[in-house]
């Protein structure tokens, strides 16, 4: 199975800073990657898929990056709604892992 | 709007069976895949395996192989995940999530809101 490590697993932060998160594969997964957010109680959602693919709605300021097996989500300015726990998915080869996520906290 | 109703909590016994219900609304549900996923306390998603709505023909993850079935009744546009041989390490919250197309799709477009399964004798 691809394994994901995803770093760092949480994170402290200020409104307007910019903030990047990096999952890694354990072998490559082409730009088979997605970006999902979620706010405690809520469901999960997508932000961005195939590593870089912005999803309609989804505000400018976030944005991935990368291909095989680093890839990296930055949040160009942090916004208030923004703290929440943050996890990658890859879904190459017929399955389908998870980063271990990371928690974006006020500082 | 894309929408999914997934069904209450459940408390199980060990050694138990639990069936969660997941149903659709919104799109035409034998067009998309739909996947279960699992997130015990503390710990990182997993991913269970999913149905191709419109065939039946399901795959699931090794790990959950020999105890996990998946199902769908198009009728009723609704999929159901049954977990055997429950164990405490199976409390969690369980998620359907649909796909971004069918017939053997992995993105993770929408999801359900979860149902908490709790293993306690």
């Known amino acids: 199975d691809i394994q994901m490590t995803q770093s760092p697993s949480s994170l402290s932060a200020s409104v307007g800073d910019r903030v990047t998160i990096t999952c890694r594969a354990s072998?490559?997964?082409?730009?088979?990657l997605a970006w999902y957010q979620q706010i405690p109680g809520k469901v999960p959602n997508l932000l961005i898929y195939?590593?870089?693919t912005l999803k309609s709605g989804v505000p400018a300021r976030f944005s991935g990056s990368g291909s095989g097996t680093e890839f990296t989500l930055t949040i160009s300015s942090l916004q208030p709604e923004d703290f929440a726990t943050f996890f990658c998915?890859?879904?190459?080869?017929?399955?389908?892992?998870f980063g271990g996520g990371t928690k974006v906290e006020i500082k | 709007q894309v929408q999914f109703v997934q069904s209450g909590a459940e408390v199980k016994k060990p050694g138990a069976s639990v069936k969660v219900s997941c149903k659709a609304s919104?799109?035409?549900?034998?067009?998309?895949?739909m996947h279960w996923v699992r997130q015990a306390p503390g710990q990182r998603l997993e991913w269970m395996g999913w149905?191709?709505?419109?065939?039946?023909?399901?795959k699931y993850s090794q790990k959950f192989q020999d105890r996990v079935t998946i199902t769908r009744d198009t009728s009723a546009t609704t999929a159901y995940m049954e977990l055997s041989s429950l164990i405490y390490e199976d409390t969690a919250v369980y998620y359907c999530?649909?796909?971004?197309?069918?017939?053997?799709?992995?993105?993770?477009?929408?999801w359900g809101q979860g149902t908490l399964v709790t293993v306690s004798s």
């Open positions: 999530a649909r796909s971004d197309c069918g017939g053997g799709c992995y993105l993770l477009w929408n």
């Open positions: 919104g799109y035409t549900f034998t067009s998309y895949d």
């Open positions: 149905i191709n709505t419109g065939n039946g023909n399901t």
């Open positions: 072998q490559s997964i082409s730009s088979w």
């Open positions: 195939k590593a870089s």
């Open positions: 998915l890859q879904y190459s080869d017929h399955t389908v892992t």
